[in-house]
């Protein structure tokens, strides 16, 4: 039987009649909840670091026209001006493209690398999610609440470079598919982004320090081949220590990673490839 075809299947037009009605459906919820949005941007930096991170910008990618990454470079530097030095006070939230906005040609944004129902294409704008995963490393390191996360489905590139554990990035896509986090603590935090040297730096501070420290750690990662290809497969964890003493409590299981490998098979590791209980040969 052939699946339906949706209304946004059925051609650009619908396509952008969609995604038109999924952002006002998103600003009507906003409104109806009276969500309370971090607004307020001060170049006086918080006095504690709570976690800072920094990732290549520029990655020479398999099939991908390096033309893209320098574009996305680009985005990269107009993206985090509204974000830079934003403070996130009590009880507020923190939203991706409440702050960013539409990314539009005429607002200085380049094509860059997008990923859509899986695969790659341009896009005006496109790279942001870059920044998106940073921003989330961040939080993951913190008590701040994560209210909004779209995890990448599928693995798209191999895990050369890789510094963050697999599967704890996110998507983003304007307006409806955001990112967003809210602070239940019981002070302000500040975001501080920035570029140098082709590196895309960032850092969560904080009033005083939180009674807890965290790290991330990712286990049991290997590859499955399946019946219809591929799998990247591993387990991520948060660890947590009590900051004055050192003793950690119990971890938390973040998230199973079971995502369906889109690169040449050819680049997976031989020695991180198993087979399946199910389809292990007779003896």
């Excluded at 038109?20 to 307020?40: Q, V």
């Excluded at 807890?212 to 049991?220: F, G, K, N």
Aim: hydrophobic letters at 35%; charged letters at 30%.
């Amino acid at each position: 039987m052939h699946r339906r075809k949706l209304f946004c299947e059925y051609g650009p037009v619908c396509y952008r009649i969609s995604v038109a009605k999924e952002c006002l459906r998103r600003r009507l919820w906003d409104l109806m909840r009276h969500t309370a949005f971090a607004r307020s941007q001060t170049q006086q930096e918080l006095p504690v670091l709570v976690k800072g991170h920094v990732s290549p910008i520029l990655r020479r990618l398999e099939g991908v026209d390096m033309r893209l990454q320098r574009n996305k470079a680009e985005n990269l530097r107009i993206a985090i001006r509204p974000i830079d030095h934003l403070l996130i006070r009590p009880g507020e939230s923190f939203s991706f493209w409440q702050r960013v906005g539409r990314c539009t040609a005429r607002r200085g944004y380049l094509p860059g690398l997008a990923i859509s129902n899986g695969s790659l294409r341009e896009e005006t704008g496109g790279g942001l999610c870059q920044l998106a995963n940073l921003i989330h490393y961040l939080v993951l390191h913190s008590p701040l609440t994560v209210t909004e996360l779209h995890h990448h489905s599928d693995a798209l590139f191999p895990d050369s470079e890789r510094r963050v554990p697999f599967g704890t990035g996110t998507s983003v896509f304007y307006r409806h598919v955001d990112y967003r986090f809210r602070n239940d603590t019981d002070q302000t935090v500040q975001l501080l982004l920035w570029i140098e040297n082709d590196l895309l730096c960032g850092e969560l501070r904080a009033q005083t320090p939180f009674p807890l420290r965290y790290r991330l750690v990712e286990e049991d990662s290997h590859y499955t081949k399946e019946s219809d290809g591929y799998y990247r497969n591993s387990r991520v964890y948060r660890r947590r220590f009590e900051a004055e003493t050192g003793k950690e409590l119990p971890r938390e299981l973040l998230l199973v990673n079971h995502s369906k490998v889109l690169y040449d098979p050819a680049l997976i590791p031989p020695e991180l490839l198993r087979i399946k209980k199910e389809e292990a040969p007779c003896q």
